[in-house]
Structures are given as C-alpha cells and as structure tokens.
C-alpha cells in the first residue's frame, strides 16, 4: 500500500491540488475530485485505487473541458467529441464524459437541432437543403435533421430574408432588383420557384410605399 503523504495547493491560477505519494509527486488533481473522492493526507491507497484516481481525475477533466464549450452554446455529441478529442483525451474518457452529458440532459442532438433552426430563422433564414447540410456537418444523424428541418417554412423563411435584404436595394430598377436580391436568395439555398414568388412579392410591397 502507498500513502499520500501531501497535499499542496498548485501555484497556477487553476487552484490544482498537487497530491504526494511515499513522498513523490503523484499526480495533479482538481478541487472537485479531491472533494468527490474524499482525498486526504495519510491517506493509504494500492496501486488499482491510484489508477482508479487518475481516471476519475481525467474524466473531471474531461468534463470540465465540455462544460466550457457548452458554456458559448448548444453543441451536438459530434461536436464535442471532435473537440475532446483534439484536447487529447483518451475515447474511453470521452464516452463517459458523453455518456454522463446526455443523462444529464446538457448534450442532446434533437433540442440542438431545434436550436440551430430556430437561431437560423430568427437572425438568418435559408432553405431547408442548405440547412440540412449545416446540420449534417455537425454529425446528426438522418432522422434527427429531417425532424429539425420539416418544420422550416421556406416562403415564410425566403420572405423575411428577402425583407432584410430589400432596403439595400431600393433604388435599383426591376431588372437589377431581381438579380440581385434572387442571387442573394439563391446563396441561402432557396429554390428558383421560391426566389421568382417572393421577389416580384417584396418588389410590389416596395412600389407601394
């Protein structure tokens, strides 16, 4: 058996605890660990429990990694996977870090699909196609993105893009008008049937002020 023989508060400002064991440095631990696991000096411990330490440590790690990235937004599993894995943690590691998310309801692919098309709608609508696209490069999968991007509006969407654009346009003749904010329609993946409806729409409500 070994035993902790200190314990010492880092000198970073990540307020690690540094652990001793038979006098050597062990290991590095978070507050949150050494709380959770109860550490302590005089602590005796065999090798499978140091091993075990070490690995609760790397998964609170890994944790707090994800919380932070969940911290800026809703982030789908492949996401955060992707970014776990570029951190260097071991894929067992991150399984577990997933695993205790998606219980706890902090990772979901379904309510971040939602998010992605409702956040698309408010602040930049597009078509269902280039959305689904966004949505398949976050790693959803088939069912979940047609769920999420069903519920899209495309004339509803196409018309408040074209509302935003339509301003910068107002001095521009019919011709110029119609290339221009159907090009702009186009590049938010909206169909030619779609952008020639909502175009002339916008251009009469336009004329009429």
Same mark, same amino acid.
């Given at each position: 058996?070994?035993?902790?023989?200190?314990?010492?508060?880092?000198?970073n400002?990540?307020?690690?605890?540094?652990?001793?064991?038979?006098?050597?440095?062990?290991?590095?631990?978070?507050?949150?660990?050494?709380?959770?696991?109860?550490?302590?000096?005089?602590?005796?411990?065999?090798?499978?429990?140091?091993?075990?330490?070490?690995?609760?440590?790397?998964?609170?790690?890994?944790?707090?990694?994800?919380?932070?990235?969940?911290?800026?937004? @809703? =982030?789908?599993?492949s996401?955060? %996977?992707?970014? +776990?894995?570029?951190? &260097?943690? $071991?894929?067992? /590691?991150i !399984?577990?870090?997933?695993?205790?998310?998606?219980?706890?309801?902090?990772?979901?692919?379904?309510?971040?699909?939602?998010?992605?098309?409702?956040?698309r709608?408010?602040?930049? @609508? =597009?078509?269902?196609?280039?959305? %689904?696209?966004? +949505?398949?490069?976050? &790693?959803? $999968?088939?069912? /979940?993105? !047609?769920?999420?991007?069903?519920?899209?509006?495309?004339?509803e969407?196409?018309?408040?893009?074209?509302?935003?654009?339509?301003?910068?346009?107002?001095?521009?003749?019919?011709?110029?008008?119609?290339?221009?904010?159907?090009?702009?329609?186009?590049?938010?993946?909206?169909?030619?049937?779609? /952008?020639?409806?909502?175009?002339?729409?916008?251009?009469?409500e336009?004329?009429?002020?």
């Amino acid at each position: 058996m070994s035993k902790i023989t200190g314990i010492k508060q880092g000198k970073n400002r990540t307020k690690r605890l540094n652990v001793y064991v038979d006098e050597k440095f062990a290991m590095s631990l978070s507050p949150e660990t050494a709380r959770k696991e109860n550490i302590r000096a005089g602590q005796e411990l065999g090798k499978a429990a140091l091993e075990a330490l070490a690995e609760k440590e790397q998964c609170q790690r890994c944790f707090n990694s994800a919380a932070r990235l969940l911290g800026y937004r @809703p =982030r789908s599993e492949s996401e955060i %996977r992707q970014r +776990l894995n570029r951190h &260097g943690y $071991e894929p067992a /590691i991150i !399984d577990k870090t997933l695993d205790k998310l998606k219980d706890s309801g902090l990772v979901d692919d379904g309510a971040f699909a939602r998010y992605w098309v409702e956040n698309r709608e408010s602040f930049s @609508p =597009r078509g269902r196609g280039l959305t %689904r696209m966004e +949505l398949k490069k976050k &790693g959803l $999968e088939a069912e /979940i993105i !047609d769920q999420a991007v069903n519920e899209i509006d495309e004339k509803e969407s196409a018309y408040r893009a074209a509302q935003k654009r339509a301003g910068r346009l107002a001095g521009q003749d019919y011709r110029e008008f119609r290339l221009r904010l159907g090009q702009y329609l186009a590049r938010r993946g909206f169909n030619y049937a779609i /952008i020639k409806e909502i175009t002339q729409k916008v251009w009469e409500e336009l004329r009429k002020k």
